[in-house]
């Protein structure tokens, strides 16, 4: 049995902490959702996101780590991940990811969706279902007693029963004073995985990546933005989850 490493939430004022980092998130991406229509340029999404820290007098995550230059990742179309803002304008049926993290009292909130512009095809609209119902399907498993990679097995079942592929490049984590804590969790069953019991106190980011097209990514030449290598679209959805001995615990809520 594999020992579990990474942070467990002692008490009320830990849970509290962690809560708020992650509503904050929750808060800062329902807003640039409903600041996405057609003509917008993806930098005015960092402009908001940096302002909403400001107002609410946290650490924007991820602005600055391991040299990211950005506060918001921003990722269009077939982009996957770690998207750059830009001059890019938004156009009529594209997607957007919106991948947001903060740092509040020493914790970490992170989360992510992905939102239409305008109007879009029905595959687009089904790879979002898909990739949103599948992150609630793997939350459901968040559970005391179950297995980490029950998560895993669950999300990977339902995307690939819907026709659709699983990034295996990029995982979820465990979160907490660090952004990215043991354990990782793959959206897919990992070979000769060794059980990884979930316990109480645990937090995990659990975020599926999912593609139209085939499971294979790229990363362009700016070292970052990673793209389907078919050039299908891709889709990002993001829940923090606290572990309770009642159930998971969706911490990156707007209420």
């Known amino acids: 049995m594999k020992k579990v490493r990474g942070i467990f939430l002692k008490n009320d004022l830990e849970i509290a902490s962690m809560r708020q980092a992650c509503?904050?998130?929750?808060i800062i991406l329902q807003e640039l959702?409903?600041?996405?229509?057609?003509?917008?340029?993806?930098?005015?999404?960092?402009?908001?996101?940096?302002?909403?820290?400001?107002?609410?007098?946290?650490?924007?995550?991820?602005?600055?780590?391991?040299?990211?230059?950005?506060?918001?990742?921003?990722?269009?179309n077939e982009e996957v991940v770690h998207g750059f803002p830009s001059d890019r304008v938004l156009e009529e049926g594209d997607i957007v990811s919106f991948d947001m993290g903060v740092v509040?009292?020493?914790?970490?909130?992170?989360?992510?969706?992905?939102?239409?512009?305008?109007?879009?095809?029905?595959?687009?609209?089904?790879?979002?279902?898909?990739t949103?119902?599948?992150?609630e399907t793997g939350i459901t498993q968040a559970r005391t007693g179950n297995d980490l990679y029950d998560i895993s097995r669950a999300v990977q079942k339902y995307v690939e029963g819907h026709g659709l592929s699983v990034v295996?490049?990029?995982?979820?984590?465990?979160?907490?004073?660090?952004?990215h804590e043991k354990p990782e969790i793959p959206n897919f069953e990992p070979r000769d995985a060794h059980p990884v019991p979930l316990q109480p106190g645990m937090v995990l980011a659990i975020e599926p990546m999912v593609t139209a097209g085939g499971p294979d990514v790229e990363?362009?030449?700016?070292?970052?933005?990673?793209?389907?290598?078919?050039?299908?679209l891709s889709a990002h959805f993001e829940h923090t989850v606290a572990v309770t001995k009642n159930g998971p615990r969706i911490l990156s809520l707007v209420d």
Not at 23 to 26: D, F, K, L, S
Not at 104 to 126: L, M, N
């Open 23 to 26: 509503r904050i998130v929750a």
């Open 33 to 76: 959702t409903e600041a996405v229509k057609p003509g917008v340029r993806t930098m005015q999404f960092e402009d908001i996101a940096r302002k909403r820290c400001d107002d609410f007098k946290v650490k924007p995550a991820f602005l600055g780590m391991y040299g990211f230059p950005y506060a918001l990742c921003c990722s269009v």
């Open 104 to 130: 509040y009292d020493g914790f970490y909130g992170d989360a992510a969706t992905t939102a239409p512009v305008g109007r879009i095809d029905a595959a687009a609209a089904a790879l979002l279902q898909v």
């Open 132 to 135: 949103r119902e599948s992150l």
């Open 168 to 179: 295996r490049r990029f995982v979820g984590h465990g979160i907490g004073r660090k952004l």
């Open 219 to 232: 990363v362009l030449s700016d070292n970052w933005t990673a793209v389907t290598k078919d050039r299908s």
